[in-house]
Each structure stands twice: as C-alpha cells, then as structure tokens.
C-alpha cells in the first residue's frame, strides 16, 4: 500500500508538557483506506489537530483492492466521518 494523500489541520497548538490522547478510525471508500485521527489536548478536550490519510494499493501497478488488507482492517472499518 502507498499514501495517495494526507490532510492535516493543526486547531490548537499543543504545548511541551501536554498530555493529549488521540481518537483513531478507520473506513473504506472504494479501493481507498481512510485513517481518520484526532488529537484532543487532554486538559480541556480541545481538537488540536485533525488528519486523514488515504492508502491505496497498487497490484502489478494498478490501483486494486487488495484481500489481505481487506481481511486485516475488517475488524476496524467504521461509517463514523
């Protein structure tokens, strides 16, 4: 699999000595994998930062679905966006 885009959004900087946690999920649009993840400052819950990551997976140098990675994130596929 290949990175075919990211987007990140920074909201609120985080400092040297935050604490944060990151919210992390994941859905499949065509032969596309969508990594959606949010990073929340842990002090006051504010979004300080919002990506996607879309992969892809190039077969014989084509884009393709890919059954391997289909079994593997099975489990962790979402509708949530």
Known sequence: ????????????PLQ????????L????????YVFHQDIFRAKDEKLCLKATVELVCLINGKLGNSEDYDKAFEKYFSSQG
């Open 25 to 32: 999920w994941l859905e499949k649009q065509g032969v596309r």
């Open 1 to 12: 699999a290949v990175v075919a885009r990211m987007n990140l959004q920074y909201k609120v």
């Open 16 to 23: 040297c000595d935050d604490e944060f946690f990151s919210r």
